[in-house]
């Protein structure tokens, strides 16, 4: 897994790897893996995934794990499968997430809207936020 690389070879060697990194070829080695309840290393992954261990693919198992916060967690130099349990629930906690961002962005939408003077249809959701601006220009640093 060493080599001779220098700095002008890092450009080449992430577009080498680039096409590997397909976060959803974790899930096939959560499977794998938690069903014997292994843990792996970069090279153990390369080998389940890509059957070969050269440092491009290392390298792309690596990337992956690193990037990883659903299917493994790290401990140490290795990194354990989650249970399902702990997949449904980060899984929930990203659904959960995704939706506060989203109404966070039509929120935005919205003001901007307003700003610009256009008609707004404000939501339920709006409410404390917009009492909580409200409050803010009415007494200033008090609120």
């Not at 014997?36 to 440092?55: K, N, R, W, Y």
């Not at 792309?60 to 916060?69: N, V």
Request: charged share 30%; net charge negative; aromatic share 10%.
């Amino acid at each position: 897994m060493t080599g001779e690389y220098k700095p002008a070879d890092i450009a080449k060697f992430v577009s080498e790897i680039e096409p590997y990194l397909d976060p959803s070829s974790l899930e096939v080695a959560w499977e794998l893996l938690s069903e014997d309840g292994e843990t792996t290393d970069p090279a153990g992954l390369a080998e389940i995934l890509f059957s070969d261990t050269s440092a491009p693919l290392c390298y792309a198992a690596y990337c992956l794990l690193s990037e990883d916060k659903l299917y493994f967690k790290q401990k140490g130099d290795r990194y354990e499968p989650r249970s399902k349990a702990q997949i449904v629930e980060i899984q929930h906690q990203q659904q959960v997430a995704a939706v506060k961002q989203e109404e966070w962005q039509q929120y935005l939408q919205r003001i901007e809207q307003a700003l610009a003077g256009k008609s707004v249809e404000w939501q339920e959701s709006d409410r404390p936020r917009l009492e909580a601006i409200e409050r803010f220009a009415t007494f200033a640093e008090e609120a």
